[in-house]
């Protein structure tokens, strides 16, 4: 018995020896093939990071700038200055490296930032002078800041043009005319003229039978309240509200409200500087009665009948206005405004048009006197 509990004993020995070299050999296959496994997964994270590498180094040689990144074993991206110099106004104790910085996210910082702000960071900053220098981003600063989505083809730089449209300068103080007596401007925004056709209004008020193209202006007026152009000039074009003292104080209240539109290239043409450029009286109405409000509007004809645009001409948009009120409305098509009056004997109504040297019309304004 002694001996049987002996030899189950050895032959138990010997079979638990078996399994522990079997687990052992596994152990060592399982090994060799994790170790294979790793050593091609960082073969591969190292061949991304180095592609990485070569990515952002062609974006920052393409930028201009000479900052760039080196590969260190270990997997890590070590950002290196290449200049020797600091460059003026930078901080030698910035760890920023500014040309690592995707070009899109700069466009970005640059859409959200007025263009006073991006001419004063641009002078400290060599990579948003160079940023600020582009066109593109000068005409997405001018459609969000006019607030307009769309966009048309110009001949002037953005640039210029946003110049122009933001450093306060209009109409009457370039052309010095009224320049003593200007009060206030309130800046409309922008609207969209996709046609030559353009109506200009100073009721608001949709007629039966619209006027025809081409009658005489000054029968429109007289007979419809409004008239229609047929020569402007397509493009954006920015609406301005001006209050001036008006000269004929003898005859008037002494105040009138002026809807300025013009085409946003404008105060860059040679013809405006020079003086070549005049305004011409196309129609005047005289309303021999009290009124109530004074208005004006100027629309795109062939996107008159839109929703936005059509409700312009609704009384509900106007209604509830108080007393010595002032209220406008725009459109991507369209821009008028209506201001309540005091106790008047009637208004006198006149209309302006300027034209280029290709007769388009390029600026429009509407007159109303308050007698």
């Not at 901080?91 to 991006?118: C, Y």
């Not at 052309?175 to 409309?188: P, V």
């Not at 969209?192 to 039978?209: G, K, Q």
């Not at 007393?323 to 991507?332: Q, V």
Request: glycine share 8%; charged share 20%; with cysteine.
């Amino acid at each position: 018995m002694a001996f049987s509990q002996f030899n189950y004993c050895q032959r138990l020995n010997r079979f638990n020896s078996n399994q522990a070299g079997k687990r052992d050999r596994e152990e060592d296959n399982n090994g060799e093939k994790e170790g294979i496994l790793t050593y091609f997964r960082r073969k591969r994270a190292n061949a991304k990071l180095l592609a990485n590498e070569r990515r952002m180094q062609r974006e920052c040689n393409r930028d201009g700038g000479g900052g760039g990144i080196s590969f260190k074993e270990g997997g890590s991206l070590i950002p290196v200055n290449n200049e020797t110099k600091l460059a003026h106004g930078s901080s030698p104790h910035s760890t920023v490296n500014w040309h690592l910085l995707n070009f899109d996210m700069r466009t970005e910082v640059a859409k959200h930032t007025g263009g006073k702000e991006m001419t004063i960071i641009s002078s400290v900053s060599q990579w948003f002078k160079k940023l600020v220098s582009q066109d593109d981003l000068w005409k997405l600063a001018f459609l969000r800041d006019m607030k307009i989505p769309v966009d048309c083809c110009v001949i002037f730089p953005w640039k210029e043009i946003y110049g122009s449209a933001f450093n306060g300068s209009h109409s009457f103080s370039l052309r010095h005319e009224f320049g003593h007596a200007h009060i206030a401007r309130i800046r409309h925004g922008a609207f969209y003229l996709t046609s030559r056709h353009m109506l200009l209004t100073h009721t608001l008020s949709i007629p039966s039978t619209p006027p025809p193209v081409g009658i005489l202006f000054e029968y429109s007026v007289a007979f419809w309240g409004m008239c229609i152009l047929d020569n402007a000039k397509t493009g954006i074009w920015i609406s301005d509200q001006h209050k001036l003292h008006c000269p004929w104080s003898d005859i008037t209240r002494g105040v009138v409200d002026v809807l300025d539109a013009r085409h946003l290239e404008l105060f860059l043409e040679e013809g405006l500087k020079n003086g070549t450029w005049q305004y011409e009286d196309i129609a005047f109405r005289i309303i021999p009665y009290h009124c109530v409000v004074a208005r004006g509007g100027i629309f795109n004809l062939a996107r008159m009948w839109s929703p936005p645009t059509f409700q312009i001409f609704s009384a509900n948009t106007w209604a509830g206005i108080p007393s010595n009120a002032f209220r406008t409305k725009r459109s991507l098509n369209a821009v008028a405004f209506s201001a309540t009056l005091e106790q008047n004997l009637g208004m006198l109504v006149r209309y302006q048009v300027m034209k280029n040297d290709k007769g388009e019309a390029v600026s429009i304004r509407i007159f109303n006197y308050v007698i």
